[in-house]
């Protein structure tokens, strides 16, 4: 995992814990398994309780800007 995937992740589980406090977020596919080419997409998910329609409109801003 390159330095900058690490920065994006990282920005990213925070944002997470801090907006929605979720119960656990998952790390899967070729970036769990560390066998990630240059084509691989980060996959995540993530268990929140109390999910809404804001939320997911507030989380899916902000991974559009990051990614």
């Not at 998952?26 to 268990?47: E, F, Q």
């Not at 409109?57 to 990614?67: E, N, P, S, T």
């Given at each position: ?9 990282a ?20 970036y ?33 800007k990051?990614?």
């Amino acid at each position: 995992m390159t330095p900058q995937i690490e920065k994006i992740l990282a920005e990213i589980v925070e944002k997470l814990k801090r907006e929605y406090q979720p119960e656990k977020i998952i790390l899967y596919g070729s970036y769990a398994y560390g066998t990630p080419t240059r084509h691989s997409d980060i996959g995540m998910r993530k268990r929140i309780s109390h999910w809404s329609l804001a939320h997911r409109h507030a989380l899916w801003r902000h991974f559009a800007k990051v990614c």
